[in-house]
């Protein structure tokens, strides 16, 4: 059977009131240990589950912040590449720039030795390698070209006077009339003769003759190739089976005759150059590779023989090439280099950052070319000594570096828009999560200085409600005094 104790109403109360206190001293205790004043949702389901989801939100921000940090590094390392590649071609500029102002040409003297050439049989100087080529151009010694006509000159007419119709003979050769061709009209009325005189009155001297055999002859002494043509009445060359002269033995050229038609060959042009240094024949090789002159005796003279001479290369040219290479070789190596994290923009790597949560909002960031910022994409090919051996050659190639210079300031443009957007997305994402922060502490924290304030006043209570308590029971005491 149970048994009860039975309380007055005082000590009862007195005790209600002390565990009210001590469940709310305990409350406040751990509002105090944990700083907030909602632990679960027991607590208060609508800030729990509120600030639950405001906080869940926050965190999915911040970890898509670190992935906004990785790509402002990324485009970071790709801006170093892009701002180390402008100085290398720069640097290429400043190559090429050196190279079209070299001047260092290669060049020998020869004595011309007329009598060892002669006139006894055709004798040449010949050129092969350096701008040349593998194929050797030869200019005659001692040679004249010769031109003769078939007939009279003309399709129609007599043959005793040799007149034909209406017409135009051109005639060109690289030492008349500055290689320029010169055109002479031929009339309805103009016997050979006459044709003869108008075309030494266009040349300024005697190139043209009548042979025996009423035929047009055009004889030059010197060793440049004629070539003629003729328009409308005028049948081709007037009168002229071949339309090129061939060459015959004639007298020893002089140095300037030869320097004349060396100069004006179209196979040497702007590949050698020759000048009369003194009397003497001189040959500068315009090229980075070296030049062999052949007709060159043992004795070092132009004398039509089987012997030759070298003539070095431009080397400040040609150690320009290798330097230009170099620096293209680092261009390639520099975009390569040029990764974060294993992304590399200047390769043509994409990156894609996400600004949400739900990743409906993002940016696809990648370099303008797909293939990245190299010297292929940027039309930088490698550099030939043939290359800069010309400098209408080295003009194109300035010219190229410069576009390829407006290319990478342009993707370094874009690059920079990019980045100021990911840096413009990094501040408000953080102050998104400042904002969802604060929110959800807002409400779940607890006042520090009211749970302190709290805390004192239960304890005091508490106390009190002690004392009570004592004094409701020593009310019932006073009945043991009755049986002492």
């Known amino acids: 059977m149970s048994s009860s104790v039975t309380l007055t109403a005082g000590v009862r109360n007195n005790l209600l009131a002390l565990q009210q206190t001590t469940a709310q001293e305990t409350t406040t205790q751990q509002r105090l240990a944990t700083g907030k004043k909602v632990n679960s949702a027991l607590d208060n389901p609508t800030n729990f589950f509120t600030a639950a989801a405001l906080s869940a939100r926050s965190s999915e921000l911040t970890n ?27 640097s290429m500029e400043a190559t090429v720039t050196q190279a079209r102002q070299d001047a260092s040409w290669q060049s020998t003297s020869f004595t011309v030795d007329s009598t060892t050439i002669g006139t006894s049989s055709l004798k040449s100087i010949g050129f092969v390698g350096g701008a040349v080529g593998s194929t050797s151009i030869t200019v005659g010694l001692n040679d004249a070209e010769t031109l003769t006509g078939v007939t009279t000159g003309f399709t129609s007419g007599a043959a005793s006077t040799g007149a034909g119709t209406t017409g135009t003979v051109t005639i060109q050769a690289a030492d008349i009339n500055g290689g320029t061709a010169v055109s002479v009209s031929v009339a309805t009325t103009d016997v050979i003769s006459q044709v003869a005189a108008n075309i030494n009155a266009a ?8 042979s025996s055999g009423n035929k047009l002859v055009l004889t030059d002494a010197g060793p440049s190739q004629i070539s003629v043509g003729g328009t409308a009445g005028a049948d081709a060359g007037v009168g002229f089976t071949t339309t090129t002269s061939s060459a015959t033995v004639g007298a020893v050229n002089s140095v300037d005759t030869l320097v004349t038609a060396i100069n004006n060959n179209t196979s ?16 500068t090789n315009l090229s980075t590779s070296g030049l062999t002159v052949s007709g060159v005796g043992s004795s070092g003279k132009v004398d039509g023989s089987a012997g030759s001479s070298s003539i070095a290369a431009n080397s400040v040219r040609s150690n320009l090439v290798t330097q230009f290479n170099q620096l293209r070789d680092q261009l390639d190596k520099t975009a390569s280099d040029s990764s974060f994290n294993g992304i590399n923009l200047l390769t043509g790597d994409q990156l894609k950052l996400f600004f949400n949560e739900l990743s409906t909002s993002s940016l696809t960031i990648q370099s303008t070319n ?30 190229t570096l410069h576009t390829a210079l407006t290319t990478v300031a342009s993707q370094a443009s874009a690059f920079g828009s990019n980045l100021s957007i990911v840096q413009n997305r990094q501040d408000f994402t953080n102050n998104t999560i400042n904002t969802l922060t604060t929110g959800a502490d807002g409400l779940t924290l607890a006042d520090g200085n009211l749970e ?33």
């Open 64 to 90: 898509l912040l670190d992935s906004m940090t990785n790509g402002v590094n990324t485009i970071n390392a790709a801006n170093n590449g892009l701002t180390s590649i402008t100085t290398t071609i720069q």
């Open 203 to 210: 040349v300024g001297y005697t190139l043209a003759t009548v």
């Open 268 to 283: 040497l042009s702007g590949k050698i150059k020759a000048s009369n240094n003194a009397g003497q024949l001189q040959i």
């Open 370 to 399: 797909a293939t990245g910022v190299n010297s292929t994409a940027l039309s930088i090919g490698s550099a030939s000594n043939t290359e800069f051996q010309t400098n209408s050659s080295l003009d194109s190639r300035l010219q």
């Open 452 to 484: 302190g304030a709290n805390m004192l006043a239960l304890q005091t209570r508490q106390q009190l409600s002690i004392t009570a308590l004592s004094l409701a029971s020593q009310a019932n005491q006073a009945v043991l005094r009755l049986f002492g």
